[in-house]
């Protein structure tokens, strides 16, 4: 098990679904934590819950669409805590679900700068902190919308697929540098978002039982695995949560267990 102890990590859309999961569990591996999301209050109200832990929050609002937004979140937690050791960059909305001709072109759009340029501003960012601090690990959360075409999803899907793309890259051109970036592809999580795909009505996962989705503190473990030793096998590309093999070495349920 990898010890986080005084290990700084930054975790973006961190207010709530798999980013809150992720805030506490690492809050509870006495990790220090920064969050940054839209929703101020809600930001304030996990911080909160982690201080009145024992753990160390920090809570920046911000969007990861704006580049000056994530900077200030990486000044903050290097002039906080001294270094920034971990990115998790989670920020990623799906609504609305629409076929290609009947989407807004403005709010496709506004799903792009969140999904993709989100994540090329948390590495833009985030890189510079790491190479002063000698290392780290950047964890994009990724999809199988990456690899697949679904009905109602082009921006998800596009997007998704160019974040795994600047996953491969930044391994390429950071890796031999000590800083290990991995992507990783939950599957279908227990959060708001698979409400909303399940109100859609649209392309077959909005007709999954909602009993197949996993709960987000099991993305919070695969993301304290990608940390550690094992974490290495993957870098560069995603991995698979939905895996047997993945499930396995994190120490999770098999499928259909």
Not at 15 to 31: D, H, L, N, P
Not at 40 to 49: F, H, I, R, V
Not at 81 to 105: E, H
Not at 166 to 193: F, H, N, W
Request: aromatic share 6%; hydrophobic share 50%.
């Amino acid at each position: 098990m990898t010890d986080f102890r005084n290990k700084t990590i930054l975790v973006t859309g961190a207010s709530r679904g798999i980013g809150a999961a992720i805030v506490r569990w690492f809050a509870a591996e006495a990790a220090n934590v920064v969050m940054l999301a839209r929703s101020a209050d809600a930001l304030t109200d996990l911080s909160a819950e982690v201080t009145a832990a024992g753990g160390k929050a920090l809570a920046v609002a911000g969007s990861v669409a704006v580049h000056d937004d994530f900077a200030r979140a990486v000044a903050q937690a290097e002039s906080a805590f001294g270094s920034l050791d971990i990115l998790v960059n989670n920020a990623g909305v799906i609504d609305p679900i629409a076929r290609l001709a009947d989407s807004d072109p403005a709010v496709w759009g506004q799903t792009v700068d969140i999904n993709l340029k989100g994540v090329y501003h948390g590495l833009h960012a985030a890189i510079p902190a790491m190479r002063r601090a000698g290392g780290g690990t950047i964890i994009n959360i990724s999809s199988g919308a990456a690899t697949s075409a679904l009905e109602g999803w082009s921006h998800y899907c596009a997007a998704k697929a160019g974040a795994l793309s600047l996953t491969a890259c930044a391994a390429k051109e950071y890796g031999p540098e000590g800083i290990r970036v991995v992507g990783l592809s939950p599957g279908t999580v227990a959060t708001d978002m698979q409400v909303a795909i399940r109100a859609s009505g649209v392309n077959p996962v909005s007709q999954l039982d909602p009993a197949v989705h996993i709960p987000p503190e099991w993305v919070a473990r695969a993301a304290a695995f990608l940390c550690g030793a094992g974490g290495e096998a993957y870098a560069g590309t995603d991995l698979k949560l939905r895996s047997d093999e993945a499930r396995r070495a994190i120490g999770l349920p098999l499928a259909g267990a």
